[in-house]
């Protein structure tokens, strides 16, 4: 039985879906990104939502209005869920993109569970990204967490076991609540630069679509992704041309990049090496001001040529 907060958009027949889940957090909205950029270029349709009304302090998490044309339109904070059939594909995938919530966690995920076990889903795959200690000009590390091996190795990646043991976020609940049902759960996590400032992230984003891309066999248009990872490498090359402070780290955190992957190590879950870096917090802060800076320029720019 269907959860009472879950409303259905479109009643359909699912094949063995696959469902690919990302939840925007205090951690960033570059997962919930990723599913969007899917929605969009797999043309899914929404097919349920869950209401918004039991899990969300709305005085912490406000409603946004948006203008369509000359109407305003309130956009509350909906996890939404999508529909796809791709060529090629024998199965169907479902798309599901939300917030993390701030109250009744527990209810959430019952809701999420009820309706994954009405489509009859097998497969729960998530991503995630999160700033770590790798430069901006190596390719971005994805892991991959799944106790499948072969599932594994349709990603082509080797799988790992997360050993953490401490506070975790709504895709962590959920996923460990339908791993209990016997749904195989996997886990897609992309390592940022943490002085490279972006939200979301273009290159984890185009780093997680393409490992979906691999694990599905699916073909995914990322030029406007590109675009954008273009754009956030020339802002950072900037910064660094201005920053001694900056190349330090930068050149620091290659060296690291560099002997790990020499020693075979997995990034990820190698141990970190002792680094002599400034402080990060100073870093991130003259990053974000020069970005906010350069983005402020352009937009006044554009305007004026409008």
């Known amino acids: 039985m269907l959860h009472e907060s879950i409303r259905l958009l479109e009643q359909r027949e699912f094949r063995n879906p696959i469902v690919i889940a990302g939840f925007a957090s205090q951690g960033g909205v570059t997962p919930a990104a990723v599913i969007q950029h899917l929605a969009e270029h797999w043309d899914a349709t929404a097919f349920?939502?869950?209401?918004?009304?039991?899990?969300?302090?709305?005085?912490?998490?406000?409603?946004?209005?948006?203008?369509?044309?000359?109407?305003?339109?309130?956009?509350?904070?909906?996890?939404?869920?999508?529909?796809?059939?791709?060529?090629?594909?024998?199965?169907?995938?479902?798309?599901?993109?939300?917030i993390e919530p701030s109250l009744r966690w527990r209810m959430f995920t019952d809701a999420i569970v009820s309706l994954?076990?009405?489509?009859?889903?097998?497969?729960?795959?998530?991503?995630?990204?999160?700033?770590?200690?790798?430069?901006?000009?190596?390719?971005?590390?994805?892991?991959?967490?799944?106790?499948?091996?072969?599932?594994?190795?349709?990603?082509?990646?080797?799988?790992?076991?997360?050993?953490?043991?401490?506070?975790v976020g709504i895709t962590s609940v959920v996923s460990?609540?339908?791993?209990?049902?016997?749904?195989?759960?996997?886990?897609?996590?992309?390592?940022?630069?943490?002085?490279?400032?972006?939200?979301?992230?273009?290159?984890?984003?185009?780093?997680?679509?393409?490992?979906?891309?691999?694990?599905?066999?699916?073909?995914t248009a990322l030029g406007e992704l590109r675009e954008q990872a273009a754009q956030l490498d020339r802002d950072v090359a900037t910064v660094i041309e201005e920053s001694?402070?900056?190349?330090?780290?930068?050149?620091?955190?290659?060296?690291?990049?560099?002997?790990?992957?020499?020693?075979?190590?997995?990034?990820?879950?190698?141990?970190?090496?002792?680094?002599a870096l400034p402080s990060s917090d100073e870093v991130i802060s003259d990053v974000e001001r020069f970005l906010e800076e350069q983005r402020g320029g352009r937009s006044e720019t554009s305007g004026r040529s409008a």
């Open 116 to 167: 994954l076990a009405e489509i009859g889903a097998t497969t729960f795959v998530t991503v995630t990204a999160y700033p770590g200690a790798v430069p901006h000009t190596r390719p971005l590390p994805v892991r991959l967490d799944a106790a499948d091996s072969e599932l594994a190795r349709a990603f082509g990646m080797e799988p790992t076991a997360s050993s953490y043991e401490g506070p």
């Open 244 to 275: 001694p402070q900056l190349q330090t780290v930068v050149s620091t955190l290659e060296e690291q990049f560099d002997w790990i992957r020499r020693s075979k190590t997995p990034l990820l879950s190698a141990p970190q090496q002792p680094l």
């Open 48 to 98: 349920a939502e869950i209401d918004p009304e039991e899990y969300f302090d709305f005085t912490v998490r406000r409603p946004f209005v948006q203008i369509d044309g000359e109407e305003r339109i309130l956009q509350w904070p909906v996890t939404r869920l999508y529909a796809a059939s791709i060529d090629g594909l024998d199965r169907d995938v479902v798309l599901l993109s939300g």
């Open 176 to 219: 460990l609540a339908l791993k209990a049902q016997g749904i195989e759960t996997a886990s897609l996590m992309a390592l940022t630069p943490f002085y490279a400032v972006a939200n979301p992230h273009p290159q984890a984003t185009i780093a997680l679509v393409e490992s979906l891309d691999r694990g599905l066999g699916t073909s």
